[in-house]
């Protein structure tokens, strides 16, 4: 379980707000049960955000068009725009997985972000935000395995 939380939890941590996946009225945190796509992302080590912000790296969304996909564009440079499809595939495979596959709309370019290196030296080190670049083997099974999971969780929260 904690390999599962530092999938997102690393630097840079995924900042996750979603869109159309979880009813208004299961949107009150008085409520004791997580609906299951929040608490995929808390396992992953995400932060869940309530409302778009600046600091929000990604959108989890059921649909591209919504108000938080368009303020996110609008608003936040380099944000993500993802169907579930990624985050599940980040669940299942335990690590950060490409966002492109999943990305609603035109890609936006990754943020940098200087970081200091741990060694002695003026130079800074480069980070590209986004994702990881796993190899994949190319196996079919497993996105119709993350798309049936999908569509079960679509069925479940309505």
Not at 113 to 133: F, M, Q, R, T, Y
């Amino acid at each position: 379980q904690s390999m599962r939380r530092e999938t997102l939890l690393r630097s840079p941590r995924v900042k996750v707000v979603f869109s159309g996946l979880i009813p208004i009225s299961k949107q009150n945190k008085q409520f004791q049960i997580r609906p299951q796509v929040v608490r995929y992302a808390e396992e992953l080590g995400a932060e869940v955000l309530p409302k778009i912000s600046h600091e929000t790296t990604h959108v989890v969304a059921a649909r591209d068009g919504s108000e938080k996909t368009k303020q996110a564009r609008k608003e936040v440079p380099g944000c993500y725009i993802v169907h579930t499809s990624w985050l599940m595939e980040c669940f299942w495979s335990i690590t950060r997985r490409d966002v492109r596959p999943h990305h609603m709309g035109p890609v936006p370019e990754q943020r940098a972000v200087s970081i200091k290196k741990n060694v002695p030296s003026k130079d800074n080190a480069v980070l590209l935000l986004g994702n990881d670049e796993e190899e994949s083997d190319g196996s079919e099974s497993e996105d119709d395995f993350a798309a049936d999971l999908e569509k079960e969780m679509m069925t479940k929260e309505r």
